[in-house]
């Protein structure tokens, strides 16, 4: 029997050809490995766990412990990280499971489970993802414009996790579980022309859905981002500022990049494979086709432990963060600037000096403020605002 129809996405595999193999083929396996093989292979899959979900669990205690970490932005990063660890935990270990021994030993329940949950966390981690882009284009191409409520980001992240339900409900409800002595199989029993039309349908508007319309919208809103942070200037900087600023473009640009080269890279064979197998049902009969898929499922489920290595590498915060969170480990040194990054305070206004040309850094709330510089401040509103936007988009 094929292993790989007891993949992630049951909607994307062969169905017609499991009910055939399944008859035909029910007590032996053609793809068993020998044990140095399995051995290797859970090596890999366990470290794609330990590190999402020690990462994306590390994340959500940088923000939510800290006042200063709670932006509208991050709050979208909570919400990707909790998809991310929960689908490291529910989906890689059991579908690896599966896929080696090909024999389901976890029931109907869960069955039903492992087919509605995985693609629920997929979807709400991409369109969180989205959903950042989105807030980032607003915070550097419409700085003027009012950013998202606290309510609104809520509302917003549970439409997703709606939509995701929504999306992934007939996976469950068709979801069954055959007995073939000495083997049970989990799949999708899809009405009528059993993996015909419906399962066709419903793996292209998947495909569509988790894949090609997020990955276009993040390509757009970044390009735009990218070209506007790269190529434009700055309104109101001075010549002091424009070194500062040039590096942080180029920063802005390059995390922009990471996030979508490694969103594409990761899924883009995974989706292929399906594609090419739906019209050469004869790849799933090959002898090493099981790890050829092993491999692309490990590079898809591999998505859910880099943004933790991503936030680290090019935000200064996250990194305190982490070291914060680490400080435990023997090779890890807490630096006063660090326990700075995430201390809470209190909101700053930058205010420019028409004399000096100087830029200095006033609290809003200060007594010695005098009319002048409320003045001089007020009058640089919009162009303060621009700036603003920017370094919120930069260090959120």
């Not at 022309?193 to 399962?199: N, T």
């Not at 995974?270 to 898929?293: E, R």
């Not at 630096?335 to 206004?349: A, G, S």
Request: glycine share 4%; charged share 15%.
């Amino acid at each position: 029997m094929d292993p790989t129809l007891s993949t992630l996405l049951q909607s994307e595999q062969n169905s017609s050809l499991l009910e055939e193999e399944a008859r035909i083929e029910t007590t032996t396996n053609q793809f068993v490995q020998p044990t140095w093989q399995v051995t290797l292979w859970a090596i890999a899959y366990a470290l794609i766990v330990i590190i999402s979900v020690i990462g994306n669990v590390t994340v959500i205690w940088i923000i939510l412990a800290h006042k200063r970490m709670r932006t509208i932005t991050n709050y979208f990063i909570v919400n990707l990280a909790f998809s991310d660890a929960s689908m490291a935990v529910f989906n890689t270990v059991f579908n690896f499971v599966y896929a080696i021994h090909n024999d389901w030993y976890f029931g109907l329940g869960f069955c039903r489970f492992i087919n509605f949950f995985p693609i629920t966390a997929i979807f709400s981690s991409i369109y969180s993802m989205t959903a950042i882009a989105i807030d980032r284009y607003m915070a550097i191409i419409h700085p003027l414009k009012p950013r998202l409520s606290s309510t609104i980001t809520k509302v917003v992240i549970a439409v997703i996790w709606l939509l995701a339900f929504l999306l992934t409900f007939p996976q469950c409800f068709y979801s069954i579980t055959i007995f073939y002595d000495p083997r049970t199989i989990c799949l999708v029993d899809w009405p009528d022309d059993y993996g015909g039309k419906h399962q066709l349908m419903y793996q292209i508007a998947v495909i569509i859905l988790i894949y090609l319309l997020p990955l276009l919208v993040m390509l757009v809103t970044y390009s735009i981002v990218g070209v506007t942070l790269w190529g434009g200037e700055i309104p109101g900087a001075s010549s002091e500022h424009y070194q500062n600023q040039i590096q942080a473009k180029r920063k802005v640009v390059k995390m922009m990049i990471v996030v979508v080269v490694t969103f594409a890279l990761c899924w883009l064979p995974f989706h292929a494979y399906f594609i090419l197998g739906s019209f050469n049902k004869d790849i799933y009969k090959q002898k090493y086709i099981q790890q050829v898929y092993l491999a692309i499922f490990w590079l898809a489920m591999s998505s859910t432990m880099y943004n933790p290595i991503i936030y680290y590498c090019l935000n200064q915060r996250f990194r305190s963060g982490f070291r914060q969170a680490f400080r435990w480990c023997p090779f890890v040194t807490v630096t006063e600037e660090d326990k700075q990054e995430l201390q809470h305070t209190k909101t700053f206004r930058m205010k420019r000096s028409y004399h000096s040309k100087t830029t200095t850094v006033v609290n809003q709330n200060s007594p010695d403020q005098n009319s002048d510089d409320i003045k001089a401040h007020q009058s640089l509103k919009p162009t303060l605002d621009v700036i603003s936007g920017i370094r919120d988009t930069l260090f959120m």
